[in-house]
């Protein structure tokens, strides 16, 4: 599983392999539903509003807010996540503009980990 600014797929900049799924809670401005069609978008698998409001893309908060999400996985059952982890190949699509302190990272990481534990 990768991640990619969903902005840089809908401008050419950037490519989805397998199945794209928009992982963030709310729509990002500007995207249109229409042109990203083809993607899912698995809303429930983001963090929490009080999770992300307390992060507020404050990078020194980024490795609290890792753990703190990783809770919020681990005791998340939606039917969300579970089709995440069923996924063969999947790119992860977030708003965010910092590509190196976002939550689709952590995610990507704890779905690699998830998988790795059912095999």
Partial sequence: MRCERIYSVVHGEATVDGTGVMVDRLWPRGVSKAETSEFLWLKNVAPSPELR???????????EFS???R????????ED????????EATLLYAAKDAEHNHALVLAQ????AQ????
């Fill in 71 to 78: 809770e919020e996985l681990n005791a998340n059952e939606s």
């Fill in 81 to 88: 996540l579970e089709r995440l982890l069923s996924l063969d």
């Fill in 116 to 119: 790795s534990q059912k095999t």
């Fill in 53 to 63: 409001k307390w992060f507020d893309h404050d990078p020194k908060k980024f490795e």
């Fill in 110 to 113: 704890w779905c690699a980990e």
């Fill in 67 to 69: 753990k703190r999400y």
